[in-house]
């Protein structure tokens, strides 16, 4: 099945930076979920957006759901090395005939390296 | 609160060998589901269930069958595993938002190696 186009895939930063990736889809989401998945772990869910233009915030973290509802943005501001990771987003439903909105399509990803 | 939880953490089968995944959580929601995940391809849908009684198949679903006997768990059987199944097993459990969206929590995985 297809999945939401996340971009960019991989990052190398230096902490302290700030950080920005996107998500964006050929579908309109009537909402957007980021997630973060360390290495080892199962993802977890950082922040969920539902209104279009919607702008929240966890911490140092800050998403915004597009105004075209295809596309969605995560910040990160000034990373520490805790940032490390993959993240994805999600939106429900998606290109599959029978995936209502109780299910979710997943962006690829993006890992996050910090350089030391 | 636990959470989602799934057991065994790891396995190792050989090629024809049976075995089922258990995922629990305690958070009381309707929904369960189990993805599997491998380098490249991102999570991809099983099966999942919309309630105690049901399941439904997701975009993956061939080798696998499922039960959800009891709201809390949900089983994901292998009855002939392949080398193809090797991967990483993630379990999730949801509810409907007060924002008309659902919101997925994962368990920590279950690697298995099938050789």
């Known amino acids: 099945g297809q999945q939401l186009n996340q971009s960019p895939q991989s990052m190398f930063i230096q902490e302290g930076e700030d950080v920005s990736m996107n998500c964006t889809s050929s579908s309109i989401f009537n909402t957007w979920l980021w997630y973060k998945q360390d290495p080892g772990e199962g993802p977890v869910l950082l922040i969920a957006l539902y209104k279009a233009g919607e702008l929240t915030s966890n911490g140092r973290l800050t998403a915004q759901f597009g105004i075209t509802r295809k596309d969605s943005f995560l910040n990160i501001s000034a990373s520490i090395p805790s940032d490390v990771g993959i993240y994805f987003c999600?939106?429900?439903?998606?290109?599959?005939?029978?995936?209502?909105?109780?299910?979710?399509?997943f962006g690829t990803g993006t890992r996050l390296t910090i350089i030391p | 609160n636990a959470g989602v939880t799934q057991t065994p953490k790891f396995r190792v089968l050989k090629t024809g060998q049976s075995m089922t995944l258990l995922c629990a959580q305690d958070?009381?929601?309707?929904?369960m589901y189990w993805y599997r995940q491998d380098p490249g391809m991102g999570l991809r849908l099983i099966h999942y269930s919309v309630g105690e009684g049901t399941t439904a198949k997701g975009e993956v679903p061939d080798g696998y069958n499922v039960s959800r006997l009891k709201k809390q768990n949900f089983l994901l059987g292998l009855e002939s595993a392949a080398p193809s199944q090797t991967s990483v097993y993630f379990c999730?459990?949801?509810?409907?938002?007060?924002?008309?969206?659902?919101?997925?929590?994962f368990g920590p995985g279950t690697r298995l190696t099938v050789t």
């Open positions: 999730a459990s949801s509810y409907l938002t007060g924002q008309g969206g659902y919101e997925q929590y």
């Open positions: 958070m009381n929601h309707e929904y």
């Open positions: 999600a939106g429900p439903g998606g290109f599959i005939s029978n995936f209502g909105n109780e299910k979710l399509t």
